[in-house]
Structures are given as structure tokens and as C-alpha cells.
């Protein structure tokens, strides 16, 4: 009997065995044939149409010698809302509808990581957020999501509000015409510095970081020529100082702590390799994050700030609208007797119609790059590993199919949310920008002052655009700033 039971087990193993291994061997043939048939797919497949230009250079010539919404533009008439090129020696796909922006964003994300020029990684710093993806990407990304949350942008406002006072004061004191774009890049790097640092910042730390980070930006956009004396070499001299100087901040900041964005950096741990473990951000690593996020807060707010102020000033009615409902908070502080706060910021619903509005009209981020990690499928045609890929935002906005009249500069269609993905000035996904709060705050703030305290008057207007390199009005908006007296506010606030 006993044997009988160990032949019945013996011969029920041997079959659980046989029966396995032809499981596994016919799903191994199975994924062999699906493999096989995906790859003979990909071959069928084909690119997306358009030009590739002239070789290495493709078309980047002739992007740069027009303006590139009309370069765009007119690639997107000829081809269509998919189509290739060449720029910059790079291979590109461009895609110009929602659908294309959410695939590569957001439903399909881990098929294309960020990429940068090395060049401008280099200057940023190559350990900064927005370079990466995974778990250290997203263990920064809460950090500062949770320092510009709304919680936080709450106790931020005081600051905000400083830092804009002091702008207007000194552009007003100084009395003449000025660049209102580079009077705007102060206020952002101010806003920027008290994000990171907190109002405990040194005055002989903050002008050096005002002064290197000026040096880094003048840099960036030129070749990356490394000979002592060009812009270049300076921009990687000044980049090193930056390193040293946020050092020397991290150093004195460990004795005190800190519950701002750079106390977050400091205290953070993410991947520390092949161990599984985790390890605290070396200063390398909180640099490049922190030049990271001054690079991210200044240039794009400081070009909608100008875009706003040109788009006001273009449209009188609307200035006075804005204006009125300014006023209306102004009195209720009791003639600025009383702070801003955080919840009248939120009830400013037509002036954050107006920074929709200008946010979709000057487009001030017009694309992004990404790279394909592998070989895609994308409506039949076939986006080769490596290639670079670009929605276009700009494209999307200025389409008639979801805004009407898109050349229009029309506040009041933001009454209705736009349909999904067709808005996309931060960005979108798990990439999109973090910092959108504050720049909001920042708008904000900026016009309840601007429009409740001083009077401003345009110079030498035109509607001619510059790119340095995102898009701006000429020479940045010339404009002449002058204190109100307080009998004509007092008169104002009373007809609000």
C-alpha cells in the first residue's frame, strides 16, 4: 500500500513537473511571437512627417531667424499636430494637440524622461529636480510641494509683500523710464530667495548670490565655449561661487534649523543606491537644487509680470475693472492700514482671469523637451529611441478649435475652466511646475500694489517681441513709475 502511494505521488509530481514546464515553455514561445510581431510592427511603422533640414544643423537656422511661434506655426499648417524636424543636432518629434501633451506627460510618462542640453545642466546643476525621474524625483518634488503649498504661501505673504514694496519704491525713487522686465527679475530673485531661505538671509549673502546667479544667467544661452574671458567660462566661475556660498548658508543653517525650503532640502533623505538605504542630500546636491528653483522662480514669473503690465495697459477698460476691485480691498484693509492676507488674494477673480488670460496669450513656456526611452506608438507613427519629443503648449493655446478668437486678449473666457489638457501653462504631469502657487501670490501681490498706490505710464510702446530667451516685449516694456499722493488714493478708494 505504502508503496502504491509513493508511486501515486512520484508519477502526480513528474506530471505537475511535465505540465509546467510546457506551460512556461508555450509562454515563453507566446512572448517570443509577441515580441517578434511588436518589432515587425515598429518596422512598418513610420515617421512622423516633416523636414530634417540640412544634416547636423537641420533647421535650426531657420528657427532662429524667425520668430519661433510663426516657425511652429507654419510647420503645424504644413504637417499637422505630429510632425519631425531637426534642431540643435537633434532628431525631434513636435506635438501640437492635447491628447499628444497628456500622452507624453502624464498617461504614458515613463516612456520619456526630461532631458536638458549638458551645457545648461551643467549650469543648473545636474542633481536639481526637474533632470530626474524615480524615487529621487519624487521625494524632492513633496518637499517642495509641501514648502509652496497653500499653507505655507499663507505665512509667505508679509514676505511677498515686502519684497514687492521695496521693488516698487526704489523704481519709483529712481524716477526715470526702466526695463519693467528687469525691474520684475529683481522682484522674482527676492521672492525666490525668501522661498528658499527664509527672512534670515544675510545682506552680504544675499548680494553675492544676487550678483553670481546674475553672472551664471548672462551665460547660460551662450555656446559653451570654456575660454577664460567668454561668457561661458565666467557663467561656470560664478556657478562654482554659487556652490560655495549655498555651503557656507547649509553650514551655519545646521546649528539653527529651519522650517524653510532650504531646511527642508537639509533634513531630506532620499536613495542612497544600491543598499536600499536612504542618505541626506550632500551640499552638491542641495546646491543644484537651490540655483534649481531660483532658475525656475525668476526669468518665466518676471516675463508674465511685463506681459500683464503691457496687456493692462493696452486695455484701459479692463485696467480700471482690475483697478476697481483692487480698491475694494484697499478700503477694506482700511486704506492699507491693514496687511494683505492670504484669503483676499483668492477672492481677486478677475485679476486672476487676467493672469490666465496672459499666462495662455504670451505662452512664455512655448514647449518642452522630452526624450523617448524607447521606441513608441504614438497614432501610427513610431518615435525612435532617443529622439527628442516636444509638446508644443503654444500651439495648443493659440488654437481656435478650444479658445475662440485665440489672438484676443479675453479675461473673461477663464469664467469657464477650459476642456482638459488645453491649458497647460505650468506644464503637466508629474514634472508639471511646483512653484505655480507662488507665482500666482506673486502676480497677485504685485498689482494690489501697483494698482492701489502709484500711478504708471508706458514709454516708447510697440507690440515687438524679444527672446532672452523667453519672449518679452522690446527693450522689456519701458515704463515710468511714480507714487500716488494720498488725497488722489483717498479718492479713488472712496469711489470703490
Sequence with gaps: MAFLLFLFFVTAAALSFFLCTNEQRR??????????????????????PGSMGWPYVGETLQLYSEDPNVFF??????????????????????????????????????????????????????????????????????LVQAALSPASLRALVPDVDAAVASTLAAWADAGVAASTFHAMKKLSFDVGVVTIFGGRLGRRQREELRTNYSVLERGYNCFPNRFPGTLYYKAIQARKRLREIVSEIVAERRATGGDDLLGGLMSSRVDGGET????????????????????????????????????LHDSPKLLEAVKAEQMAIYVANEGGKRPLTWPQTRSMTLTHQ???????????????FREAVADVEYKGFLIPKGWKVMPLFRNIHHNPEYFQDPHKFDPSRFKVAPRPSTFLPFGSGVHACPGNELAKLEILVLLHRLLTAYGWEIVGASDEVEYSPFPVPRRGLNARLWKLPQEMVATAAGGA
Design 73 to 142: 506655426a507654419s510647420k503645424q499648417k504644413r504637417y499637422g499636430e505630429i510632425f519631425k524636424t531637426n534642431l540643435l543636432g537633434c532628431p525631434c518629434v513636435m506635438l501640437a494637440s492635447p491628447e499628444a501633451a497628456r500622452f507624453v506627460l502624464v498617461s504614458q510618462a515613463r516612456l520619456f524622461k526630461p532631458t536638458y542640453p549638458p551645457s545648461k545642466e551643467r549650469m543648473i546643476g545636474p542633481a536639481a529636480i526637474f533632470f530626474h525621474q524615480g524615487d529621487y524625483h519624487l521625494r524632492l518634488r513633496r
Design 354 to 368: 487676467v493672469i490666465l488670460e496672459s499666462l495662455r496669450m504670451a505662452s512664455i513656456i512655448s514647449f518642452t
Design 276 to 311: 536600499g538605504a536612504t542618505a541626506a542630500l550632500t551640499d552638491e546636491q542641495i546646491a543644484d537644487n537651490v540655483v534649481g528653483v531660483l532658475f525656475a522662480a525668476q526669468d518665466t514669473t518676471a516675463s508674465v509680470l511685463t506681459w500683464i503690465l503691457k496687456y
Design 27 to 48: 509562454r515563453s514561445d507566446a512572448g517570443r511571437q509577441s515580441r517578434q510581431q511588436n518589432e515587425q510592427q515598429k518596422k512598418k511603422l513610420k515617421l512622423p
